[in-house]
């Protein structure tokens, strides 16, 4: 089995790329590690505070949220950082190369019933002459990135990873070193699953409501095939399900807040998840175009998200080409 970063050595991966790469996954290690000890280390449950989405922050989510910051910080690599946690972003190295958005701990409503929980993060360059530590440098569409993924802290904790070139997983073991265990991902083009969450039907555009409709009638309806549903309320685990076997997921607009355009986040969730099924072969989309082309105005940007098996996710484009949009 190859190290990670024997592995992206073998494969010319930029070497401070590799050193940042590396430099997360201390910082992913602890975070599992954290998770691990669940209950007994006192760190389940929520605390008092609220971030700057309007969401009680659970304590892991700011321990996690701290572990990152200190460790990649600590990295002169790192000009900055931008968390779903912290309203603006934190500076480190004036010189720095790098910048980093990270989702630290995404389902974390989760945390207190043992299911997966992930930390999702995305690699930019400080664009070339931008001198002022500001939020603009982070302001870059998805296209820009030079890597992204998730670690998910499941039955094993697995880092999903892409530079560009592909998208390989590497399982953390007991020595403390990710290990490559699935090379070369490839989403399969179509699907019989689909991830959505059915409560919110209601306030869904009409597209939806009849793509949704078309899904549930199965064989003796329009798509002529037998679905099944999962919706695991994680990002990180419904989109690692999607890379292992195909699959569509996706968290649409709805009319309970109309001026938002979904629920997830575009700089540390959409745009890195966006990537890595991109670089799978898959499509990832708001429902009428690309996310990776959406044009970042502001850090906690909301998006939404339609992305997996790429005729399925075509499939739904088509529905919401074909429907009157009430947005
Ligand atoms: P709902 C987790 O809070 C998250 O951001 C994603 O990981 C997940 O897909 C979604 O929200 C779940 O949302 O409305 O089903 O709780």
Not at 7 to 27: G, P, Q, W
Not at 49 to 75: C, F, P
């Amino acid at each position: 089995m190859q190290l990670l970063s024997a592995y992206l050595k073998h494969h010319n991966t930029d070497t401070e790329l590799v050193e940042l790469i590396e430099t997360l996954m201390v910082a992913c290690k602890e975070i599992a590690l954290q998770l691990r000890e669940g209950a007994l280390a006192g760190i389940h449950g929520t605390t008092d505070n609220t971030n700057v989405q309007g969401e009680t922050q659970k304590k892991l989510d700011i321990i996690s949220n701290d572990i990152l910051k200190e460790v990649l910080l600590d990295n002169p690599l790192v000009r900055g950082v931008a968390s779903e946690e912290e309203d603006d972003p934190v500076f480190g190295n004036p010189n720095g190369r790098f910048l980093v958005t990270f989702d630290p701990l995404d389902g974390s409503s989760n945390i207190d019933i043992n299911v997966s929980v992930g930390t999702i993060f995305s690699i930019l360059e400080v664009p070339e002459g931008d001198a002022a530590d500001s939020v603009e440098l982070f302001l870059q569409p998805g296209r820009r990135q030079v890597a992204a993924g998730y670690v998910l802290y499941g039955p094993s904790a697995v880092l999903s990873l892409t530079t560009g070139e592909g998208v390989n997983m590497f399982t953390l073991a007991h020595t403390g070193d990710f290990l490559l265990t699935r090379e070369d991902v490839k989403i399969p083009n179509s699907t019989k699953e689909f991830a959505i969450n059915m409560s919110n039907h209601r306030f869904w555009e009409p597209a939806m409501r009849n793509y949704v409709g078309d899904l549930l009638s199965g064989s003796e309806g329009p798509r002529e095939k037998n679905y099944n549903m999962r919706w695991i309320a994680s990002m990180v685990a419904e989109v690692h399900r999607v890379l292992t076997r195909g699959g569509i997921f996706t968290y649409p607009w709805d009319s309970r807040d109309p001026q938002k355009p979904g629920k997830l986040r575009l700089m540390y969730e959409g745009n890195p998840m966006s990537m890595l099924v991109e670089q799978a072969g898959g499509r990832s989309t708001t429902c009428y175009s690309d996310i990776l082309d959406v044009d970042p105005q502001h850090i906690h940007q909301r998006v939404a998200v339609a992305l997996g098996s790429s005729e399925e996710v075509e499939t739904l484009m088509r529905y919401h080409r074909e429907t009157p949009s009430v947005i």
